[in-house]
């Protein structure tokens, strides 16, 4: 007896099918229409304000301010330009970071957060409020700079266990669990020592808040963006084959300890460059990457840019909300990311995107 | 050829490999066995460079450098596999230096040729993670060989998979081997079928091969009892095939009914950490 396969038969459990169609052009639709959608988000949010300004008047200043009413124009330029473009800059950061947290992990829980790097950046900021440390020359930068240096301390901490004990997606959360709580630990005792005008200022830092924009974070924040989302394109195929786990990422070719380093780096210092100016918030970084993946699936080049869209439009979406809930006043948005972006996350799960895309 | 010299491999205290030697020629498909835990896996990782060995491994007289190597594919055991890749990203990574921003129509075009070799094109978009675990497996079969690699090392490629699947996974890596002068090293279980599609067999067991040779030389008897622990019939049919059926497991009653110590090598803790 012989035993012979002919032809190309039918996977197994697979009836003959009509193949369908490619989803790659109606997800990138998808992420186009995702961006005329932050586009819209974003003109709403400069139009919105506690100046109780006329929309006609805000759009004149937008599209010609030459011909503008000077107050508005200057409330335009100084104040609400700055504070979205600082909320779309600060939310694609965080986007990107967690969808790389999330990959380079291995982990749908993991976010910028995680590994500590938000609370060791809110420590720095406790510190130097706390002490009413004040740099020579920029007087101003000197909340931002502890910030971002403990940021960087914590990632240091991470890396280095990692680098010590195995570059694992395990250490590393294990690590940053622990660097987590251990800076959580010194901000509550920073806070604690505080006096009570002190502790108001640094609690205020904590809650995040883009009253702090400025044209110089503007450019800074949106620089480190621009660098770290271009350190990441050439790994972006590399990165798609780790979400099929480290064995066969590695049997493909992938040098995974060195690619979880590298982008680890990248995912501090676009944390660090996020919440240095604005301070710790929460969410974004968690939820715009699964939101992303519902719409465009696991593929990173299209990945990469839909979660930095999503983080964008979570932050300016809570921007515009921040605005609405107490009219003539801004609540910090740090408070308003969450109300704003459950929402999004539970439109997608009960709509039933099971398999995503 | 692929050489194999002496090559070692320990997890913490356990030696999970030891010195194992061979020469593989191009053309041929060569089954791993042996019972769980006498290091096949490990032997297959140590081949791809994604464990740390001493001895050596050449290719074409070259000796192959420590990490991932080009020229050699490894496929997995595991086929967990993300929910939201699509089969065709799945294959196209099997040439994951040939991706970019935009990736080459032809390379796409020869991903979807491969993945219809498999009967698999019309799931070509489907996400991975819908698919059964045989149809994951045939998918990363399809990845493996559209590396085009010099040397093929399958860990148990037909584990889920149903008969007629069977017989066309190792056909087609059969196929795959002859057409590219390549080198395949399959880690299986079913001995029978091992028999019916390999050139030669390497049974392993505690980390050394204890037996080297073609099918019908080394299926015997003997060495199903030394090394699995097991009576068995092994019998040609007149296809030539060889037919292993085992009838019952050695030690406790069964090796006392048997009247024969099995051979088998003493649990050890590494079995744990290195399947295979």
Redesign the interface.
Known sequence: ?????TG???????A????????ARARALRLILLALLLGVVTVTDILVGPAFLNVLDVLQALVAPGTADPMVAAVVNAIRLPMTLMAAIVGASLGIAGVEMQTILGNPLASPYTLGFSAAAGFGAAVAILFGLSLPLVPGLTVPLAAFAAAGLASAIVYVLAHWRGVTAEVMVLAGIATLFLFQSAQSLVQYMAAPEVLQEIVFWLFGSLIKASWFSVAVSGAILALGTLAL?PD???L??L???D??A??????VPALRRRVFVIVAVLTAGAVCFVGTIGFVGLVAPHLA?MLV???Q?LLLPASAICGALVMVGASVASKLISPGAVVPVGIVTALVGVPFLFALILTGRR??? | MLELDALSVRLGRAQVLDGVSARLAPGQTVALIGPNGAGKSTLLKALAGLLRASGKVRLEGRALPPGPRRAVAYMPQDTGAAAALSVLEVVLMGRLERLGLRVDPALRGEALEMLARFGLGALAHRPIGALSGGQRQLVFLAQTLFRAPKVMLLDEPTAALDLRHQLMVLERVRAEVAARAAIAVVAVHDLTLAARFVDRILCLSGGRIRADGAPAEVLDAALLRAVYGVVADIAPLPSGTLVVAPLRALGGTGANAAGAKPRILPPRSWQCCASG
Do not use: C, F, Q
Not at chain 1, 1 to 5: H, K, P
């Open positions: 007896m012989t035993m012979t396969t190309a038969p039918d996977a197994p459990g697979e003959a099918k009509p193949a369908p169609a490619d989803p394109v972006l195929w590399r798609t084959a979400r099929m786990g064995a066969r590695a049997s493909l070719g992938v040098n993946r699936g696991e593929d080049r398999r995503y895309w």
